[in-house]
């Protein structure tokens, strides 16, 4: 009561105090207006004015304090000149050159940076028509998680929506210039094209509901045919010039899934005719492309540990480590995760072949200078030589450390389809991951002292997770091609691996793998049983405990590292233009010309550089100056050799040169 | 807690807690005050920002935990349960998306944001500069000015300058936060099961001239390749398209183009309209103009063609800002082409010469909403009629009260086409706000007046006299004719594309035509100007405010006769082409397309929570009208005009639209 009565005292005080700007007759006058007109009021606030400020009035006092002085500093922010300039853009500085727009660009997001907004759903998300359920603010996380993970599910039978439900892309270049606010993927580089003159006529975003799988984009939202009439259309209104088309991540393959699909007779593909992408296309150039997969993406399905691939981890990490809560929120993260076809595009291609076997890997002779570049320098030479031949990368998956190290030998044979389906009818009232189908005991034999390779994973997730493999399995294919020329490899599911397809007939056009390299990057994992037997848990775990001796090795967090882009490793983004692809081969028998450009990271040197202008991990590189600066140079008229031609700091070469594979 | 401490010692002084008991010598009291006051004054304002800011948070905070459901069931308990929306009731019916739909949006409510602008708005690089907050105009006017203007000379952009149109649906669902344009229509949409991939905004630059979007920009050849490519997804179902405002003059400019040869046309062939099109739903469409634009160009009065005056109406009536801004808005809005395909059409044939009109006899009073007649019927009867016969709507501009209402006999006119300019009268204390009135000289502008009245066939020379150089672009890209022989080659020219009453419309037999507008609400038809007094800065004309009849029906009112409409659009204009112009096999429509004529009643909301009306009629708000909203989703899911329900009409127009003597 008493404080009402204040407060409306100070109503009256205050206007005057602002308006006169003095400070002492107004106020008394007022007082006194106010005594004379309330006395009797007067005598009943007295007693309680008497005993000063309370602690409600100070907690008043100090939140008005903070507030005025908060509002006081971002009003001197904002009055601020815009003085403070970095360094020139590299937009600015070509302009100065005299570049101008050439080729019309367009842009092809990855997984997860696109955002989803919802056209349809359930009463719980009332309110929410036409909002970002993906990417944005992420607000309705936070406040109704379940309606959320419901929305962004997708159907476990179809992999398409489920019923009632109908979660779009957002569309234009506002689909991934931000992930989050102030988060570019993007949206340097756009600015950057608009500096040299792009505008909304000739830049593209091509943007799809990075869940599903490729074809059914194709399917349900049509987004290969407007991809393709929007490619038409540029193409025309800008004078017949051919599109350069800037892929990142996961957009590559989908890419690659499109080039063949526009080409295929229609009704699976587009009916362009063979001709459409030497006419349509210029370049491509792909950003940190996950041309051969991510083990990453492994780790992701078998416990959804990824870190990235889902950002959810990043998002909330202590949340989900604490053994509490932590057990619910992985699973409901991997139920969702696993009705997403695309993940599955992300697995390892190639098998042995390319990610090496038991004993051997492309990367095991690899010197470990880059990564010791963040690791302690005066200890790398010793533990460093014993290590070498120690770690087995080609052990994508171990179950203990030992048997990630120990000879192959010694390992147990697994024959998995054969030996132990055993499959029970698990007494789990909720069925909520595939996991609470799988009996203990059957668990427990697939993690005895085993180590898988990238051919044998594949059996490996076909057994803890049969249904979403067989969904996914259908649009996606993981293999090398003996015969690119056998009939079966005009089926989809085969269009977005480069080492079963071969490019279209397109002898003009350029491909560029443009990714970062110096960062550590997950190759295996080192994984052990998780010790709740509850069931639906995840059973597995990444042994975060098994680290390498010395320090100085790859193995750390139960995690072996290569070199790459902190998601993509170097083999994967760089091998097809280093090799696969590399003059007339089986898989490019037009000769395509291919060059790689890497770029290597730099932390950023002070917080005013924000995430860095010479970044080389997997998003942050789409702000790297120079890399902006070669798809400038390529819109507007530059070819390969012009920009450079390779420009190479990793081993991708020998690495390649040690892959095994007939072209 | 060391600023706590510092704070309350003083209070908590021995000397002053009793500091109130005395009230019997104030002096006393103000000593002690005057010694506290360094702490009180600052502590108390800090206090008080607490309070208001606890209090704010703890409301935001209940705000957001309510339940979402809450604000409708208040309505409920208030008005009644709500009808159902249109689009849930078209579900409950079985409707479901057949045909893709393409909204046009029409001047003023697109997004415009910035590609590459001056030094002064450098941080500003693809936020919008129209729609949306506004923000800019209040930071930094003369550089949003500066931007939103276009050059002078070409009518494309200032060298320097890119300002493009938002794209996507978001270019015009929303004009500002919470005024919705497309967004309820949308929502609707989305209810029977559309979606990105059957629904596109056709956006559009809409300061350029119709055929400089497509030079500048390619827009023509984008929404003719998004037609073309939602028609072949959706297994072959032609579009229903659903322009508003200037969108129905800026597609039917479209469907020229697009089956016009290459290169001045789109090249899609004589029969892309009929291969690609089932219905054009045109909503609230000036197809012969709006006299506002008129208004607009003549003294940059006009109220929302560039609703800059309802942003901001008391700076601008307040008689110290508005010079300047006036001004401001009239250089900018001149350099705009699009505005000039608003000027009314087809001369005094269409809206009347000096003795007569097509609305003429009509009073705003006698039609009451369909609603309203059973309440206000003995009303009607007592209120004095202004004398219907004084009305001239054909003389659109009149200088006097008197001149508008004698008999045309009675007019003495001086020809001003005749006159010779004076000199240049920009001095420099215009500043560096420089209009076209500068350039006519005092002879010029006295020599206007002087003319008294002018009608639809007078206005052109007018503007031409009053703003050349406005006019000479806009004539190359604009005709407000009426065409005696359609098929002189010359109509094939693309100025001509969008007067309806200058082209014939597509051979498509099969198409359908609606013309649907609000009607009900009071609409500017003619205006009352007179002569500002000093003409040296100001922009010399100005409507005669003071020009009205002080009684609630009235014919005049602040110098503009109004007749029926839809605040901005006057019926005629709406519905003349859909009424007579094209019904039927007539010369401008050949195949014999049908038309519809759908008029709705204006309602205006009941209450404060209905927001801006269920039942509007109003030129915007029309697209949150649930009859209109169901007819377009009938229509997009698959039916045909005669089963919406064919004409409906409240109001005179097959009357007046008898008055027009068009050869057909």
């Not at chain 1, 990368?393 to 147990?412: C, D, M, P, W």
């Not at chain 2, 459901?69 to 349960?81: L, R």
């Not at chain 2, 944001?113 to 129209?130: I, N, S």
């Not at chain 2, 909503?283 to 012969?288: D, E, F, K, M, S």
Request: charge should be neutral.
């Amino acid at each position: 009561m008493a404080s009402i009565l204040r407060f409306r005292k100070l109503c009256f005080i205050e206007p005057t105090t602002k308006t006169y700007e003095s400070f002492e007759t107004p106020i008394e006058e007022k007082i006194q207006a106010i005594k004379e007109q309330e006395i009797d009021k007067n005598k009943k606030k007295r007693p309680v004015k008497a005993r000063g400020w309370r602690c409600v009035d100070s907690c008043c006092w100090f939140i008005g304090c903070m507030c005025t002085t908060w509002w006081l500093l971002l009003f001197l922010y904002h009055c601020l000149p815009a003085g403070f300039k970095g360094p020139e853009s590299p937009g600015v500085r070509l302009k100065n050159e005299g570049l101008t727009p050439l080729h019309p660009v367009v842009l092809v997001p990855g997984i997860v940076t696109g955002g989803l907004e919802l056209w349809e759903g359930r009463p719980c998300s009332h309110g929410l028509f036409r909002k970002r359920l993906w990417g944005g603010s992420f607000t309705e996380v936070l406040k109704r998680p379940l309606c959320w993970l419901e929305h962004l599910s997708l159907d476990d039978e179809t992999g398409l929506d489920p019923p009632g439900i109908r979660v779009r892309p957002v569309t234009g270049l506002v689909a991934a210039d931000y992930f989050a606010p102030g988060y570019f993927v993007w949206a340097v580089l756009i600015e950057n094209l608009a500096k040299i003159g792009y505008e909304g006529k000739n830049m593209y975003m091509a943007a799809y509901d990075w869940r599903l799988s490729f074809q059914n984009t194709e399917v349900r939202d049509q987004a290969f045919s407007r991809l393709k009439i929007n490619i038409e259309l540029m193409y025309v209104t800008n004078g017949n010039k051919k599109v350069v088309v800037v892929p990142h991540s996961m957009g590559a393959i989908y890419f690659l899934h499109f080039m063949k699909w526009v080409e295929a007779e229609p009704p699976i593909g587009g009916g362009g005719g063979p001709g459409w992408c030497d006419k349509h296309i210029q370049a491509i150039m792909n950003i940190g492309a996950t041309f051969l997969g991510v083990p990453k993406a492994v780790s992701g399905m078998l416990s959804a540990e990824a870190k990235d691939v889902a950002f959810f981890r990043a998002m909330a990490p202590g949340l989900l480590d604490s053994e509490i809560l932590g057990l619910q929120t992985l699973e409901h993260m991997m139920r969702v995760c696993r009705t997403w076809d695309s993940v599955i595009s992300l697995l390892p291609k190639g098998g042995d072949t390319i990610w090496g076997d038991l004993d051997s890997s492309p990367e095991d002779s690899q010197p470990e200078t880059h990564l010791t570049i963040s690791s302690d320098k005066i200890n790398n030479t010793k533990p460093q030589i014993e290590l070498k031949q120690e770690t087995k990368y080609g052990r994508i998956v171990s179950f203990g450390k030992a048997a990630s190290e120990q000879h192959s030998s010694n390992l147990t044979s697994h024959d998995l389809l054969k030996d132990y389906l055993l499959h029970t009818a698990a007494n789990c009232d909720e069925m909520k991951t595939e996991y609470g189908k799988i009996s203990r005991e059957g668990i427990m034999k697939l993690a005895d002292n085993k180590a898988y390779t990238a051919g044998t994973l594949i059996d490996l997730l076909r057994f803890v997770a049969p249904k979403t493999m067989k969904r996914a399995e259908a649009h996606f294919s993981h293999g090398i091609a003996d015969n690119l020329d056998d009939p079966k490899y005009t089926h989809y599911k085969y269009w977005s691996n480069p080492l079963e397809t071969k490019l279209p007939y397109a002898p003009n056009m350029e491909i560029y793998s443009l990714y970062g390299v110096g960062l550590p990057t997950e190759r295996s994992y080192v994984y052990k049983l998780s010790q709740s037997g509850k069931c639906n848990s995840i059973p597995f775990r990444i042994d975060s405990s098994a680290e390498g001796n010395g320090g100085a090795g790859a193995l750390r967090g139960g995690v072996y590292s290569v070199d790459g882009d902190e998601s993509v490793t170097v083999m994967s983004a760089g091998f097809m233009c280093a090799k696969g692809w590399r003059g007339k081969t089986r898989f490019n028998p037009s000769g395509s010309r291919t060059y790689i450009r890497e770029f290597r990271h730099k932390a950023p040197a002070s917080l005013l550089e924000g995430r860095g202008l010479e970044s080389g991990s997997h998003v942050d590189i789409m702000g790297n100056v120079a890399l902006i600066e070669d798809v400038l140079r390529v819109a507007a008229g530059a070819s390969g050799e012009e920009i450079g031609g390779d420009r190479i700091y990793s081993d991708i070469l020998k690495m390649a040169d040690r892959v095994n594979i007939k072209l | 807690m060391a600023f706590l401490r510092r704070r309350k010692r003083p209070d908590d002084d021995p000397d002053t807690p009793d500091e109130d008991d005395d009230k019997t010598s104030k002096s006393h009291r103000r000593g002690r005050k005057r010694r506290k006051k360094n702490y009180s004054c600052l502590d108390n304002c800090c206090w008080l920002v607490g309070c208001i800011c606890t209090t704010w948070w703890l409301l935001l905070f209940l705000y957001n935990t309510m339940p979402s459901s809450f604000p409708q069931y208040v309505t409920e308990k208030i008005t009644g349960p709500l009808p159902d929306p249109p689009g849930v009731k078209c579900v409950k019916e079985g409707l479901e998306p057949k045909h893709p739909v393409v909204f046009v949006p029409g001047i003023v409510t697109g997004g415009l944001e910035l590609w590459e602008g001056h030094e002064c708005a450098e941080d500003l690089f693809r936020k919008r500069l129209w729609g949306g907050t506004f923000g800019e105009i209040y930071k930094r006017p003369s550089c949003w000015l500066q931007h939103m203007s276009l050059d002078n000379e070409t009518g494309l952009d200032p060298p320097g300058i890119r300002v493009r149109p938002v794209s996507g649906l978001v270019a015009a669902d929303y004009f500002a936060p919470g005024y919705f344009v497309w967004a309820v229509l949308i929502a609707n949409l989305a209810r029977v099961g559309y979606e990105e991939k059957n629904m596109y905004m056709a956006a559009y630059d809409w300061r350029l001239s119709f055929q400089n979007t497509e030079v500048r920009d390619q827009t023509l050849s984008r929404i003719k390749s998004n037609i073309e490519l939602m028609v072949e997804t959706n297994g072959g179902q032609k579009a229903v398209i659903i322009p508003h405002s200037m969108g129905v003059l800026y597609f039917l400019h479209f469907m020229k183009w697009v089956e016009a040869p290459a290169p001045m046309g789109g090249g899609g062939g004589s029969d892309w309209c009929a291969k690609h099109i089932k219905a054009v739903m045109n909503i609230g469409g000036p197809l012969l103009g709006a006299p506002k634009a008129l208004a607009g160009l003549f003294s940059a009065e006009a109220k929302d063609v560039a609703f800059a005056r309802g942003i901001a109406p008391g700076v601008l009536d307040s008689d110290v800002f508005q010079i300047q801004t006036l001004q401001h808005i009239m250089k900018m809005s001149r350099t705009w082409d699009s505005t000039m395909s608003m000027i009314p059409k087809g001369g005094e044939t269409i809206w009347g010469g000096l003795d007569w009109s097509p609305e003429e006899g009509y009073l705003p009073s006698t039609r009451m909403p369909a609603n309203m007649s059973s309440r206000c019927g003995q009303n009607m009867s007592d209120t004095r009629m202004c004398d219907p016969s004084r009305i001239n709507y054909g003389r659109l501009i009149s200088f006097g009260r008197n001149v508008a209402e004698c008999r045309a006999s009675d007019i003495e006119r001086r020809d001003f086409r005749d006159v010779v300019k004076g000199n240049n009268l920009a001095n420099r204390t215009c500043r560096d706000v420089w209009t076209e009135y500068h350039n006519m000289g005092l002879d010029g502008i006295t020599a206007i007046p002087e003319y008294k009245a002018y009608t639809a066939d007078d206005l052109l020379d007018l503007l031409e006299f009053v703003a050349p150089m406005m006019m000479q672009r806009g004539t190359t890209h604009y005709s407000h004719g009426l065409a005696d022989d359609l098929d002189d080659p010359k109509y094939a020219h693309y100025k001509y594309w969008a007067n309806p009453l200058e082209t014939k419309l597509p051979d498509a037999p099969e198409m359908e035509i609606y013309s649907m507008y609000g009607v009900g609400i009071p609409t500017e038809r003619a205006y009352i100007y007179k002569l500002t007094p000093t003409a040296e800065c100001y922009i010399p004309f100005q409507i005669d405010n003071a020009a009205g009849d002080i009684d609630e029906h009235v014919c005049l009112k602040d110098g503009v006769y109004t007749v029926e409409g839809d605040e901005t659009v006057p019926a005629l204009s709406a519905g003349f082409m859909c009424a007579k112009g094209w019904r039927g096999k007539t010369r401008f429509n050949p195949s014999g397309i049908k038309t519809y004529v759908r008029e709705y009643d204006h309602n205006p909301p009941l209450n404060f929570l209905e927001g801006r009306g269920t039942q509007s009629g109003a030129h915007v708000d029309i697209l949150g009208n649930f009859q209109l909203i169901e007819d377009v989703i009938r229509v997009a899911a698959g039916a045909s005009g005669k089963d919406v329900g064919g004409d409906r009409v409240f109001t005179d127009i097959f009357k007046w639209c008898k008055k027009i003597n068009l050869k057909l």
